[in-house]
């Protein structure tokens, strides 16, 4: 194990106690000063008290908490810049990149190592050699999957993605037994349900990230037509992710103040059409290729919560155990994120309008997953 930096002042009272091969004088050992300590090495310690201890230094060794480590599955546009956005927090110390081709997963791990540097920061980025460099993960994060191609259909595209997805969770299974796993392969609500059946880890480690996103699009079409209020507006959004998604005005507020009251309807209708086509939008506007910036800080904001341990509430994609109704299905419901992952599903109270469409969400997102135990893909589970 590996162990922070830190530096701490500390009095210890010696009498007559023998440390190692020193036998240290009977009065007060003051302000020794720890710093830059790993395991298996040791803080040297002398103190002033009116006169020095001259040979009477000893040994302390001391035990500090683990350095953190995220594992980054996928490093295309998307698990590339979860990676950057890591080191260049400083969020954890340890970042592993695992790609298909280690020579360019090596390379970009290089790169923000040394961004890294740049930064001041203590952050390392390496490239995974193998499925085995995972352990000792704190977290890891599923970007992989297969983007669709022309003539490719909805159930192919599910299909293949279930499988990149399955694959890596075993691995994960295997190699990181604690960790709390981050899903966002798409469709999201589907590949979190294979992560999870595929790991089988509790619900509480294996989320899906969406609902941070959502969010983040909600709220930046709420400043597009407030034009004021950025950075204070605080959207909620639960249900699958895409198209039936349900946006939540009620919940949703700016600098404290409902949205309701500063916007019509007809307003937020539009707001809310926005938001559910927030990622096609883009695709549209690029051409070639989908939104990856907001994703991937979205992604980070979710593993900030797990390692910092900051139980913040966020929605994210979760296996429901008569959660708003319903069991054995995922869907993105808020929750309080903490060390554990998710450490609690947090009820709210929805407009009957809400409750339907959520119901509507739910059945979607059942489709698919009916469909892939119609192929006998959860089989060799």
């Known amino acids: 194990m590996k162990y922070n930096l830190f530096l701490t002042y500390c009095f210890i009272f010696v009498t007559n106690t023998r440390y190692n091969e020193y036998q240290l004088p009977n009065y007060f050992v003051s302000q020794i000063v ?18 020095r201890l001259e040979s009477n230094i000893f040994e302390i060794r001391i035990k500090m908490a683990k350095g953190k480590k995220v594992t980054v599955i996928g490093t295309g546009n998307f698990g590339s810049t979860v990676a950057f956005i890591l080191a260049m927090n400083g969020t954890c110390h340890n970042v592993l990149l695992r790609g298909r081709n280690y020579d360019v997963t090596k390379g ?13 920061q203590h952050t390392i980025v390496k490239a995974a050699k193998g499925p085995e460099d ?12 297969a983007p669709r191609t022309p003539g490719m259909s909805r159930d192919d595209l599910l299909l293949m993605n279930a499988d990149i997805v399955k694959m890596y969770a075993k691995e994960i299974k295997e190699h990181a037994p604690d960790a709390v796993v981050v899903v966002v392969s798409n469709p999201l609500d589907v590949m979190t349900y294979v992560a999870l059946k595929a790991t089988g880890f509790p619900r509480e480690r294996v989320l899906g990230m969406a609902g941070i996103l959502d969010a983040a699009r909600m709220a930046h079409f709420i400043y597009e037509k407030l034009e004021y209020g950025a950075g204070q507006i605080r959207a909620t959004v639960m249900g699958g992710h895409g198209d039936t998604m349900v946006p939540l005005p009620k919940f949703t507020t700016v600098a404290g103040v409902p949205i309701e009251d500063l916007l019509d309807s007809e307003e937020i209708g539009e707001i809310v059409k926005k938001t559910r086509n927030g990622g096609a939008q883009i695709v549209n506007l690029l051409g070639d290729g989908s939104a990856y910036y907001a994703p991937a800080k979205s992604t980070t904001v979710m593993v900030d919560a797990i390692l910092k341990d900051t139980n913040q509430i966020h929605s994210c994609a979760i296996m429901l155990q008569n959660d708003y109704g319903y069991s054995d299905i995922v869907s993105g419901v808020p929750v309080m994120i903490g060390a554990g992952g998710a450490e609690q599903v947090i009820m709210m109270t929805l407009k009957n309008l809400q409750v339907k ?3 509507n969400s739910i059945a979607t997102v059942q489709e698919m997953v009916d469909k892939l135990y119609e192929l006998k893909f959860f089989d060799d589970i």
């Open 34 to 51: 720890f710093a830059n300590v790993y395991e298996h090495q040791y803080v040297f310690a002398s103190s002033f008290l009116g006169k």
């Open 108 to 120: 970009k791990a290089l790169d923000m190592s040394q961004a890294a540097n740049a930064a001041r």
């Open 134 to 145: 995972m352990a000792g993960s704190d977290v890891v994060v599923i970007t992989a999957g």
């Open 357 to 359: 469409k959520f119901q």
